[in-house]
Every structure is written in structure tokens, then in C-alpha cells.
């Protein structure tokens, strides 16, 4: 049987139900305003001193991390269409539409970083929420506010408010190793906070749990016993460290199965830092296309290489990227990046996304059998890959598109697909229309339209209205 890449959070149903927790969650998920980041605790020391003893209880070490473990109970509201019987609207005339209210119900977890109130969590747990109620293990309940979410690392932050709160203190994840002893803390299956023990059995997994978001995942793996409802709970090492956040879980049973995933702390930290202080996450580019597969011996010896080469392939570079401006070129091989090696391009992208743009990667190369070290300058990420302009999202033409356009099956072009009311270009674009060049030249795919925009002001041939058009899109300097 196929395993199963489960989220860890609890969901329930209920139809028909009213709202619960009278307070709207969706108005607080606004990006934050620029904010002053939580005062933390952290201990970077190992956790291992070297010093080998009988250890017969870890309860001195749990009990102060479970005062800083919460559950989290998310609601959301349904809306479901359900059409008149065809057969009734010709016996009865145009019957309305009728709407049915559904109420999700969903459970997970969180950790209290800050004694003003800032909570650690999965961003699954609180995605699409119509309201939030955070419970501490003293039983006080309050309302959630959702700070800032990153879809990309399945974190996000919440904010209670409350003072004087128990809180974790956070390790140093890098410094973990396979072996050591972890805590999971959270609320599975709604049974109330549980404490399970194993260790991590593994580091920098990369196991797909963000593919659909395109997302960055470095997980600890760990034995220790996560089912639904530890999403966003507590990783702690033998100090009581937080030094993961509680994720998934891999399984063909959808139980525990002795392999579960958590989010290093080191990331998450940056991550929540990031979300408080400016409401979003700024992420380096490179700008590089390299093969998703490691270099045969029989690709290295093409490229002059020795046999056991083990680095990134680039296999295309991107138009006007910080990699094509700092020479780099298809055929390179990327040993490693800031003394990082990269042996896969997710790690290579993972290195790069944790630098902020403008930050400088020394990229470590071999080019025609010689080892060289090219400084790039990273550009900012685009977290949305259908975007062309700021807010404005696009698709090739496809053969359904031509045929309702009533366009010739040889055009090409780019459909816009969505134009969001918060973007520059609102008044300039409409959905539906298609962008059949820019200058002079056309476009049927997006990686070529984006190589030939340039910043200032930008001719673009569009159609719609059953003929084409002319008009120029102002685009600001990079």
C-alpha cells in the first residue's frame, strides 16, 4: 500500500451549526503591520554534555514545557450551493437556488514563545479559519488572532491576549543529532495534552508534504508517537528545548506509524520573526533550473568531472537573474553554497530561500573541470509562480481557450487568469484578457515573458473585445 502524507490536525463536521466563538478570525489575518519581534528564550548549547547517568524520569523536564503547549480550535463556516430539481423547475416555474451552512470544526496544537502572548503553530491548523480559541493547559481559553501565515513552511503565528505566560525555551536545531532524545507535546485526537518519547531518527528530510504549495521543507524526523491533533505542538530535546514544530506524519494506515515530521526551530523562529516585523516573508533568488537528478558518472565524465562528483547540475539559467548577472552558466556544478554542500537542487533552492534578497551567496562551482567561487547577488523570490506583474497571474492559451476567444488554433499567447483588487496594474488588466506580446515580440510562455520586461514603461499587444489592443504597463526599477 502506498504511504500516506497525513497533516496532523483533527477535523470534525458538523452541518447546519451555528458559529460558536463569536469573533471572526479572517478579519485579524490582515498582513501584520511592522511590529517590534517577541523577546525569546533561547539556549544554544548542545544537549549532550558527554556525561552518561541513570535516568529515571523526564518529568522534571516535561512539566514546564506542557504550562507552554496549547490546543487550538479552529472553526469554519461552509457555504454550500444546492441547485432546484430540473424536473421541479418546469413543474413550478424559476425555484431559487438554496444555501446550506456547514460548520468545520478542526484541532491542533501550538507553542507560547513569548510571555506577552505569540504562539508557534502549524499554518494547516489555522488555515481558512473563521474563528480561533487557543486553550492553555490551566484551562483559561482565549481568542486567537492569526499574526501572519507561510504556506511555503507550513508555519504560522497567533497572537493571545494575555501577559505573564509560561513559555518554551528555544534550542539550536542545527545542532541536533540523529539519536538524541525528543518530546512530542500536543493534544492528539482530543484527548487532552500528551507527551510521547522517541528520538530523531533522521535530518533535512525532504518528503513532499509541501509539493502542492511549492513549498521548503527541511524536517526532523522522529519515532516519537504525532497523530491528528499534534500539528503545531512541541519537538523538545532532553532540556526541555523546543527545537521542532510538530507537522505530519507519514503512514499507509493514516496512524502513527514511528514516522512523523517536524519543522527545525531554527526556521520556524525566522519564519514567525519575519511575519511579525513586516507581515511577510522575503525570500532570496537565485534563478537557476538545474536537474532533478544526481550526476551519473557517466554525466560526469562528459563534463570533464570526476566520477563521484556529487553537487548540483544547471541545466538552464533564467534571463536577467542574479545568476545570469553573476555569469553563471548552464553545465556548472554547484558543490555548495556559503560552505553549505548541495548535493540536490532542493537544498540548493532551500539554502537560497532561507537568504534575505540582496544578501550575497558564494556559490562554489566547478566549470570545465576547474573549482571556482562565484558571488551572486539574490534577487526576492517570487512565492507566486503564475504571477507576471505584481497581482496579475497568467497561463498559456490552451485549445479550449482559442475556441471561446475565437482566436486562430496558431496564436499564441498568455491568458490572465487573475487580477487581484490590491494590484498596481487593477485598472490596467482584466481577467479573460490574453497578452499576445510584449515590445515586439511574442509570448507564449511565462519565464519568456518575465526575461522581457523591462523596468519603466512596457508596450504590451493585448486581446480582448474580439480584436486586439496597445497599452503600456509602468513597471518600477528592480
Known amino acids: ?29 490582515q498582513p501584520a503591520t511592522a511590529q517590534k519581534k517577541p523577546d525569546l528564550k533561547v539556549d544554544t548549547t548542545p544537549v549532550a554534555d558527554g556525561k552518561l547517568g541513570l535516568v529515571t524520569s523526564y518529568a522534571d523536564v516535561v512539566e514546564p514545557v506542557q504550562q507552554a503547549v496549547v490546543s487550538i480550535y479552529s472553526t469554519k463556516i461552509v457555504k454550500e450551493r444546492i441547485r432546484a430539481n430540473p424536473l421541479f423547475r418546469q413543474l413550478f416555474g424559476d425555484i431559487p437556488d438554496q444555501e446550506r451552512q456547514s460548520k468545520q470544526e478542526g484541532l491542533g496544537s501550538g507553542v507560547i514563545v513569548s510571555t506577552d502572548g505569540y504562539i508557534i503553530t502549524n499554518n494547516h491548523v489555522i488555515e481558512g479559519a473563521d474563528e480561533l480559541k487557543v486553550l492553555l493547559s490551566d484551562d483559561r481559553e482565549f481568542v486567537g488572532k492569526v499574526i501572519g501565515a507561510d504556506p511555503k513552511t507550513d508555519i504560522a503565528v497567533v497572537k493571545i491576549d494575555a501577559d505573564k505566560l509560561p513559555v518554551v525555551t528555544l534550542a539550536d536545531s542545527d545542532k541536533l543529532r540523529v539519536g538524541d532524545i ?60 523546543l527545537v521542532g514544530i510538530n507537522s505530519g506524519i507519514l503512514s499507509p494506515t493514516r496512524v502513527n506509524i514511528g514516522i512523523g515530521f517536524a519543522v527545525p526551530v531554527n526556521l520556524a523562529a525566522s519564519i514567525m520573526n519575519s511575519l511579525i516585523e513586516t507581515g511577510t516573508v522575503a525570500r532570496g533568488f537565485l534563478g537557476v533550473v538545474a536537474d532533478p537528478n544526481p550526476i551519473t558518472a557517466d554525466v560526469a565524465e562528459q563534463l570533464g568531472l570526476p566520477k563521484d562528483t556529487k553537487g548540483v547540475l544547471i541545466a538552464d539559467i533564467d534571463a536577467r537573474s542574479p545568476a545570469e548577472k553573476a555569469g553563471l552558466k548552464a553545465t556548472d556544478v554547484v558543490l555548495a553554497i556559503d560552505d553549505h554542500p548541495v548535493t540536490t537542487f532542493d537544498e540548493l533552492r532551500f539554502l537560497v530561500a532561507k537568504m534575505a534578497p540582496g544578501s550575497i551567496a558564494k556559490l562554489r562551482i566547478v566549470r570545465d573541470g576547474k573549482e571556482r567561487t562565484v558571488a551572486v547577488t539574490l534577487d526576492k523570490a517570487n512565492d507566486k509562480p503564475d504571477e507576471l506583474f505584481d497581482g496579475v497571474s497568467v497561463r498559456p492559451l490552451n485549445d479550449d481557450d482559442r475556441r471561446q476567444l475565437n482566436l486562430d488554433p496558431s496564436i499564441g499567447g498568455l491568458l490572465v487568469t487573475e ?14 484578457w490574453v497578452i499576445l506580446n510584449i515590445g515586439q515580440t511574442a509570448v507564449t510562455d511565462l519565464p519568456t515573458a518575465r526575461g522581457l520586461l523591462q523596468p519603466g514603461r512596457n508596450l504590451l499587444r493585448l486581446y480582448y473585445g474580439r480584436r486586439a489592443h496597445f497599452i503600456v504597463v509602468t513597471l518600477p526599477d528592480r
Open 182 to 241: 525528543v518530546f512530542a507535546v500536543g493534544n492528539p485526537l482530543a484527548i487532552g495534552q500528551t507527551v510521547t518519547m522517541g528520538i530523531v531518527s533522521a535530518k533535512g528530510r525532504h518528503v513532499g508534504l509541501l509539493d502542492e504549495q511549492r513549498g521548503y521543507e527541511d524536517y526532523i524526523q522522529t519515532d516519537a508517537a504525532i497523530n491528528m491533533g499534534n500539528s503545531g505542538g512541541a519537538l523538545v530535546d532532553a532540556k526541555g528545548r
Open 419 to 432: 487580477v487581484t483588487d490590491d494590484s498596481p496594474f487593477h485598472d490596467d488588466l482584466m481577467p479573460g
Open 1 to 29: 500500500m502506498k504511504p500516506t502524507f497525513l497533516p496532523c490536525r483533527a477535523v470534525t463536521f458538523v452541518v447546519g451549526a451555528a458559529l460558536i466563538f463569536g469573533v471572526a478570525a479572517k478579519d485579524a489575518k
